[in-house]
């Protein structure tokens, strides 16, 4: 099984941060990365896919960027409502696999 | 707009057995293939099963693999997942999740959840 790997754990950060949160695949995965953004209680909320492409309505602020086994996730202005938990999920091959979670939280 | 609705949750006796069901809303439920994720309490994300558009391909994690049995009937617009010989480590929120129409499973619609609790 591809193993997903996410750095930090969590971290806190200040509305208008830049926030880069990281992805290792324990394999090349070419660019089968997807991101998710997951509130308390709430389902997950797909970001990006194919590891730097914005699903429909999601603010320019979120970009990804990577391909082979090292991607990242950027804020770029970090929102009040940006506070959450981020996944990052492979889907080069079955079992899909997500890494762990980054929560973000407010300093 | 797209809608995925579970149910079938509760409590249940370890060893016990139960079926969850989606149903989907607002789109062509045969042009998508479908998957369940779930979520233990103050957890992450990990998927469970997969099928594809007409049954042809199913997979399963690991964890669940001999136990759990997805399904999916498209005249009913619905997706399933029948549990049996439930384990305390099965307790999480389990989610419906549809794939991209290109056939990669990643999840752009997921419904909110039901909650499975095993327990004695």
């Known amino acids: 099984d591809i193993q997903m790997t996410q750095s930090p754990s969590s971290l806190s950060a200040s509305v208008g941060d830049r926030v880069t949160i990281t992805c290792r695949a324990s394999?090349?995965?070419?660019?089968?990365l997807a991101w998710y953004q997951q509130k308390p209680e709430k389902a997950p909320k797909s970001l990006i896919s194919?590891?730097?492409s914005l699903q429909s309505g999601v603010p320019s602020r979120f970009s990804g960027s990577g391909s082979g086994t090292e991607f990242t996730l950027t804020i770029s202005s970090l929102q009040p409502e940006d506070f959450a938990t981020y996944y990052c999920?492979?889907?080069?091959?079955?079992?899909?696999?997500f890494g762990q979670g980054t929560k973000v939280d407010i300093k | 707009e797209v809608q995925l609705v579970e149910s079938g949750g509760g409590l249940v006796k370890p060893g016990g057995s139960l079926r969850l069901s989606c149903a989907a809303s607002?789109?062509?439920?045969?042009?998508?293939?479908m998957n369940w994720v779930r979520q233990a309490p103050g957890k992450g994300l990990e998927w469970v099963s997969s099928?594809?558009?007409?049954?042809?391909?199913?997979y399963y994690a690991d964890s669940v693999k001999g136990r759990f049995t997805i399904s999916r009937d498209n005249t009913k617009k619905s997706l399933y997942l029948q549990m049996n010989s439930l384990r305390a480590e099965d307790t999480a929120v389990y989610y419906c999740?549809?794939?991209?129409?290109?056939?990669?499973?990643?999840?752009?619609?997921w419904g909110l959840g039901t909650l499975v609790t095993v327990s004695s």
């Open positions: 394999q090349g995965i070419s660019s089968f």
């Open positions: 999920q492979q889907y080069y091959n079955y079992p899909v696999t």
């Open positions: 607002g789109f062509t439920l045969t042009t998508y293939n």
């Open positions: 194919a590891a730097s």
């Open positions: 999740a549809r794939e991209d129409s290109s056939g990669y499973a990643y999840f752009g619609y």
């Open positions: 099928i594809s558009r007409s049954s042809s391909y199913i």
